[in-house]
Protein backbone atom coordinates (compact mmCIF):
# COMPACT_ATOMS: atom_id res chain seq x y z
CA UNK A 1 0.00 0.00 0.00
CA UNK A 2 1.27 2.96 -0.94
CA UNK A 3 1.58 5.99 1.52
CA UNK A 4 3.02 9.51 1.84
CA UNK A 5 5.69 8.23 4.24
CA UNK A 6 6.90 5.88 1.41
CA UNK A 7 6.73 8.49 -1.00
CA UNK A 8 9.28 9.82 0.71
CA UNK A 9 7.05 12.86 3.85
CA UNK A 10 8.02 12.11 6.87
CA UNK A 11 5.30 13.43 8.99
CA UNK A 12 5.99 12.11 12.24
CA UNK A 13 9.14 13.25 11.89
CA UNK A 14 8.02 16.67 10.72
CA UNK A 15 5.66 16.66 14.34
CA UNK A 16 8.49 15.10 16.42
CA UNK A 17 10.54 18.51 15.43
CA UNK A 18 7.96 20.78 16.52
CA UNK A 19 7.95 19.46 19.71
CA UNK A 20 11.91 19.87 19.89
CA UNK A 21 11.32 23.18 19.08
CA UNK A 22 8.67 24.73 21.03
CA UNK A 23 11.15 23.59 23.90
CA UNK A 24 12.82 26.87 23.38
CA UNK A 25 10.34 28.53 21.24
CA UNK A 26 6.41 27.78 23.01
CA UNK A 27 4.84 30.07 20.94
CA UNK A 28 5.42 28.16 17.29
CA UNK A 29 3.15 25.44 15.94
CA UNK A 30 0.09 27.38 14.91
CA UNK A 31 -1.01 28.33 11.24
CA UNK A 32 0.47 31.88 11.67
CA UNK A 33 2.80 34.09 13.86
CA UNK A 34 1.48 37.01 15.73
CA UNK A 35 3.05 40.10 17.13
CA UNK A 36 2.01 42.27 19.05
CA UNK A 37 2.49 45.83 18.13
CA UNK A 38 2.28 47.45 22.30
CA UNK A 39 4.62 50.32 21.51
CA UNK A 40 3.24 51.46 18.56
CA UNK A 41 2.04 54.84 19.98
CA UNK A 42 5.29 56.02 20.02
CA UNK A 43 5.66 56.37 16.42
CA UNK A 44 4.07 59.49 15.03
CA UNK A 45 4.21 57.69 11.37
CA UNK A 46 5.14 54.28 11.83
CA UNK A 47 6.54 52.95 8.63
CA UNK A 48 7.44 48.68 8.20
CA UNK A 49 10.80 47.64 6.71
CA UNK A 50 11.17 44.64 4.80
CA UNK A 51 14.01 42.17 3.73
CA UNK A 52 14.29 38.68 2.60
CA UNK A 53 17.25 36.81 2.04
CA UNK A 54 18.96 33.16 2.28
CA UNK A 55 22.26 31.50 2.97
CA UNK A 56 23.91 30.47 -0.41
CA UNK A 57 26.03 27.95 -1.20
CA UNK A 58 27.42 28.24 1.98
CA UNK A 59 24.91 25.67 2.76
CA UNK A 60 27.22 23.12 1.29
CA UNK A 61 29.97 23.78 3.19
CA UNK A 62 27.93 23.70 6.34
CA UNK A 63 26.97 20.01 5.10
CA UNK A 64 30.39 18.86 3.27
CA UNK A 65 31.62 19.97 7.55
CA UNK A 66 28.52 18.58 8.70
CA UNK A 67 28.07 21.67 11.24
CA UNK A 68 24.78 23.42 10.72
CA UNK A 69 24.71 25.30 14.01
CA UNK A 70 25.76 28.51 12.79
CA UNK A 71 24.32 28.95 9.35
CA UNK A 72 20.95 30.13 11.00
CA UNK A 73 22.46 32.70 12.31
CA UNK A 74 23.97 33.64 9.19
CA UNK A 75 20.12 33.87 7.61
CA UNK A 76 18.94 36.09 10.25
CA UNK A 77 21.72 38.45 9.88
CA UNK A 78 21.85 38.93 6.65
CA UNK A 79 18.08 40.08 7.00
CA UNK A 80 18.48 41.92 10.05
CA UNK A 81 21.36 43.62 8.51
CA UNK A 82 19.96 45.11 5.61
CA UNK A 83 16.79 46.15 7.96
CA UNK A 84 18.86 48.10 9.58
CA UNK A 85 20.73 50.36 6.81
CA UNK A 86 17.13 52.24 6.67
CA UNK A 87 17.89 52.92 10.77
CA UNK A 88 14.44 50.57 10.94
CA UNK A 89 14.32 48.35 14.50
CA UNK A 90 13.99 44.14 13.46
CA UNK A 91 10.57 43.58 15.32
CA UNK A 92 10.17 39.84 13.91
CA UNK A 93 11.40 36.54 11.84
CA UNK A 94 9.86 34.01 10.08
CA UNK A 95 12.02 31.05 8.23
CA UNK A 96 11.74 28.46 5.47
CA UNK A 97 13.65 25.68 5.56
CA UNK A 98 13.01 23.33 3.11
CA UNK A 99 15.07 19.64 2.30
CA UNK A 100 14.85 16.39 -0.08
CA UNK A 101 14.20 14.32 3.53
CA UNK A 102 13.77 15.83 7.07
CA UNK A 103 17.16 14.66 9.83
CA UNK A 104 15.40 15.95 12.70
CA UNK A 105 18.86 16.92 14.65
CA UNK A 106 19.64 18.74 11.43
CA UNK A 107 16.81 21.17 11.13
CA UNK A 108 16.70 21.33 15.06
CA UNK A 109 20.77 23.02 14.84
CA UNK A 110 19.54 24.95 12.07
CA UNK A 111 16.42 26.48 14.02
CA UNK A 112 18.46 26.81 16.92
CA UNK A 113 21.20 29.00 15.08
CA UNK A 114 17.98 31.30 13.93
CA UNK A 115 16.79 31.82 17.47
CA UNK A 116 20.39 32.91 18.22
CA UNK A 117 20.03 35.52 15.75
CA UNK A 118 16.77 36.55 16.37
CA UNK A 119 18.08 36.80 20.14
CA UNK A 120 20.88 38.64 19.10
CA UNK A 121 19.39 41.16 17.16
CA UNK A 122 16.92 41.73 19.28
CA UNK A 123 13.66 40.36 17.02
CA UNK A 124 11.03 37.41 17.59
CA UNK A 125 11.23 34.18 15.55
CA UNK A 126 7.54 34.04 15.58
CA UNK A 127 7.03 31.18 12.83
CA UNK A 128 8.25 29.22 9.82
CA UNK A 129 7.71 26.80 7.55
CA UNK A 130 9.73 23.17 7.19
CA UNK A 131 9.03 21.39 3.84
CA UNK A 132 9.79 17.99 2.75
CA UNK A 133 10.40 17.52 -0.93
CA UNK A 134 11.81 14.61 -1.83
CA UNK A 135 13.79 14.15 -5.58
CA UNK A 136 13.88 17.95 -5.17
CA UNK A 137 16.97 18.27 -3.61
CA UNK A 138 19.92 15.95 -3.32
CA UNK A 139 20.81 13.62 -0.43
CA UNK A 140 21.57 15.50 2.50
CA UNK A 141 20.93 19.03 1.27
CA UNK A 142 18.69 22.02 2.26
CA UNK A 143 18.08 25.47 1.37
CA UNK A 144 16.84 28.16 3.95
CA UNK A 145 14.98 31.61 3.46
CA UNK A 146 14.12 34.18 5.95
CA UNK A 147 12.04 37.34 5.93
CA UNK A 148 12.03 39.98 8.80
CA UNK A 149 9.66 42.83 10.09
CA UNK A 150 11.23 45.98 11.01
CA UNK A 151 9.67 49.67 12.10
CA UNK A 152 10.97 53.20 11.79
CA UNK A 153 9.60 56.48 12.12
CA UNK A 154 9.05 58.04 8.69
CA UNK A 155 10.94 60.92 9.69
CA UNK A 156 13.65 59.33 10.71
CA UNK A 157 14.75 56.89 8.05
CA UNK A 158 17.81 57.11 6.42
CA UNK A 159 18.17 56.66 2.46
CA UNK A 160 21.58 58.81 1.67
CA UNK A 161 20.27 62.06 0.11
CA UNK A 162 22.06 64.24 2.47
CA UNK A 163 25.54 62.63 1.56
CA UNK A 164 27.43 65.55 0.63
CA UNK A 165 31.26 65.61 -0.70
CA UNK A 166 33.82 64.82 2.07
CA UNK A 167 31.49 62.88 4.54
CA UNK A 168 33.46 60.13 5.97
CA UNK A 169 32.99 56.35 5.18
CA UNK A 170 33.11 54.49 8.90
CA UNK A 171 33.41 50.97 8.84
CA UNK A 172 32.71 47.97 10.73
CA UNK A 173 34.57 45.04 11.08
CA UNK A 174 33.33 41.47 10.05
CA UNK A 175 33.33 38.45 11.25
CA UNK A 176 34.64 36.74 8.15
CA UNK A 177 33.48 35.97 5.03
CA UNK A 178 30.38 35.99 6.14
CA UNK A 179 26.96 34.75 3.87
CA UNK A 180 28.70 36.11 0.10
CA UNK A 181 30.82 34.75 -2.68
CA UNK A 182 30.66 30.92 -1.96
CA UNK A 183 30.24 30.22 -5.37
CA UNK A 184 33.94 31.66 -5.68
CA UNK A 185 35.50 30.06 -2.71
CA UNK A 186 34.25 26.90 -4.23
CA UNK A 187 35.83 27.21 -6.81
CA UNK A 188 38.80 28.05 -5.20
CA UNK A 189 39.48 25.07 -3.04
CA UNK A 190 38.93 21.57 -3.15
CA UNK A 191 36.80 19.52 -1.01
CA UNK A 192 39.44 18.82 1.49
CA UNK A 193 40.84 22.11 1.43
CA UNK A 194 37.05 23.28 2.33
CA UNK A 195 36.72 21.17 5.24
CA UNK A 196 40.24 22.03 6.56
CA UNK A 197 38.98 25.63 6.96
CA UNK A 198 35.85 24.82 7.22
CA UNK A 199 36.05 26.61 11.02
CA UNK A 200 36.83 29.64 9.33
CA UNK A 201 34.53 29.55 6.66
CA UNK A 202 31.22 28.81 8.63
CA UNK A 203 32.01 31.80 11.08
CA UNK A 204 28.58 33.14 10.86
CA UNK A 205 27.85 36.45 9.83
CA UNK A 206 28.19 39.49 11.98
CA UNK A 207 25.05 40.97 13.19
CA UNK A 208 25.33 44.95 13.59
CA UNK A 209 21.69 45.47 15.37
CA UNK A 210 23.30 46.51 18.76
CA UNK A 211 26.09 48.37 17.37
CA UNK A 212 23.69 50.66 14.92
CA UNK A 213 20.67 51.16 17.23
CA UNK A 214 22.47 53.00 19.93
CA UNK A 215 24.12 55.23 17.08
CA UNK A 216 20.51 56.44 15.78
CA UNK A 217 19.74 57.17 19.79
CA UNK A 218 22.46 59.60 19.98
CA UNK A 219 20.90 63.14 19.71
CA UNK A 220 24.01 64.82 18.88
CA UNK A 221 24.34 62.56 15.51
CA UNK A 222 23.25 62.48 12.29
CA UNK A 223 24.09 59.51 10.46
CA UNK A 224 23.87 60.15 6.39
CA UNK A 225 23.84 56.57 4.91
CA UNK A 226 24.08 53.23 6.19
CA UNK A 227 25.32 50.30 3.96
CA UNK A 228 25.94 46.43 4.38
CA UNK A 229 28.73 45.07 2.46
CA UNK A 230 26.97 41.62 0.93
CA UNK A 231 27.20 40.04 -2.99
CA UNK A 232 29.09 43.22 -5.38
CA UNK A 233 31.08 44.15 -2.63
CA UNK A 234 32.29 47.65 -1.96
CA UNK A 235 31.92 48.35 -5.82
CA UNK A 236 27.95 47.64 -5.83
CA UNK A 237 26.63 48.10 -2.52
CA UNK A 238 28.08 51.51 -1.11
CA UNK A 239 27.58 53.27 -4.12
CA UNK A 240 23.91 51.92 -3.51
CA UNK A 241 23.37 54.89 -1.23
CA UNK A 242 25.05 58.06 -2.81
CA UNK A 243 23.16 60.71 -4.14
CA UNK A 244 24.30 61.52 -8.48
CA UNK A 245 27.03 62.93 -8.81
CA UNK A 246 28.82 61.18 -5.54
CA UNK A 247 30.86 58.40 -5.87
CA UNK A 248 33.39 56.87 -2.63
CA UNK A 249 37.41 56.93 -1.96
CA UNK A 250 38.44 53.66 0.11
CA UNK A 251 41.46 53.85 1.62
CA UNK A 252 42.66 49.90 1.13
CA UNK A 253 45.26 50.51 3.66
CA UNK A 254 42.83 51.99 6.42
CA UNK A 255 42.04 48.21 8.11
CA UNK A 256 43.69 44.65 8.05
CA UNK A 257 42.41 42.50 5.68
CA UNK A 258 42.07 38.89 7.33
CA UNK A 259 43.95 36.43 6.16
CA UNK A 260 41.40 34.53 4.88
CA UNK A 261 40.80 36.90 1.84
CA UNK A 262 44.26 36.74 1.17
CA UNK A 263 44.39 33.02 1.01
CA UNK A 264 41.71 33.06 -1.17
CA UNK A 265 42.85 35.36 -3.75
CA UNK A 266 46.62 33.63 -3.71
CA UNK A 267 44.76 30.65 -4.39
CA UNK A 268 42.70 31.52 -6.99
CA UNK A 269 45.08 34.20 -8.52
CA UNK A 270 41.79 36.69 -7.96
CA UNK A 271 42.79 40.17 -9.26
CA UNK A 272 42.25 43.06 -6.38
CA UNK A 273 38.76 44.53 -8.36
CA UNK A 274 36.99 40.86 -8.24
CA UNK A 275 38.15 40.34 -4.58
CA UNK A 276 36.34 43.79 -3.63
CA UNK A 277 33.33 43.45 -5.64
CA UNK A 278 32.74 40.09 -4.44
CA UNK A 279 34.02 40.10 -1.05
CA UNK A 280 33.53 42.14 2.18
CA UNK A 281 37.31 42.19 2.42
CA UNK A 282 37.11 42.28 6.47
CA UNK A 283 34.67 45.27 6.64
CA UNK A 284 30.83 44.26 6.50
CA UNK A 285 29.15 47.22 7.65
CA UNK A 286 29.74 51.04 6.75
CA UNK A 287 27.99 54.06 8.24
CA UNK A 288 28.41 57.02 6.15
CA UNK A 289 28.64 60.80 8.59
CA UNK A 290 29.74 64.11 8.17
CA UNK A 291 33.65 64.87 8.56
CA UNK A 292 32.83 67.00 11.94
CA UNK A 293 30.66 64.09 13.63
CA UNK A 294 33.84 61.43 12.65
CA UNK A 295 35.62 61.20 16.28
CA UNK A 296 31.88 61.38 17.92
CA UNK A 297 30.50 57.77 16.00
CA UNK A 298 33.93 56.29 16.63
CA UNK A 299 33.18 56.31 19.92
CA UNK A 300 29.92 54.87 19.62
CA UNK A 301 31.23 51.90 17.06
CA UNK A 302 33.91 50.26 19.35
CA UNK A 303 36.73 49.36 16.98
CA UNK A 304 35.21 50.53 13.78
CA UNK A 305 37.75 53.25 11.70
CA UNK A 306 37.37 55.63 9.13
CA UNK A 307 38.08 53.66 5.59
CA UNK A 308 37.16 56.10 2.94
CA UNK A 309 35.47 58.93 2.02
CA UNK A 310 32.62 60.73 -0.23
CA UNK A 311 33.89 62.73 -3.47
CA UNK A 312 32.44 64.05 -6.52
CA UNK A 313 31.92 62.06 -9.24
CA UNK A 314 30.82 58.23 -9.39
CA UNK A 315 31.72 54.82 -8.76
CA UNK A 316 34.62 53.62 -6.31
CA UNK A 317 38.41 54.31 -6.32
CA UNK A 318 40.18 52.00 -3.74
CA UNK A 319 43.14 53.81 -3.53
Known amino acids: ?15 KLVKRLRRIIPSIG ?58 ARPL ?23 QKGCSQSGC ?8 EMPGFYGTGEYDLAGFCV ?26 GVHSNGYSLVRKVFSQKELVRYGRELLKPTRIYVKDILPLMSGKSITVKGICHITGGGFYDNITRVMPAGYGIEVFKNSWKVPAVFKLIQDRGRIAQKEMYRTFNMGIGM ?18 ARVIGRVIKGKGVKIV
Open 286 to 303: VVIVSKKQGNRVLKYLKG
Open 1 to 15: MVTYKSAGVDIDAGN
Open 124 to 131: LLIGGETA
Open 150 to 175: GIIDKRKIIDGSGIKSNDLIIGLASS
Open 30 to 87: GFSGLYPLVDIKKYRQPVLVCSTDGVGTKLKIARLCNRHDTVGMDLVAMCVNDIITSG
Open 92 to 114: LFLDYFATGKLRVGIAEAVIKGI
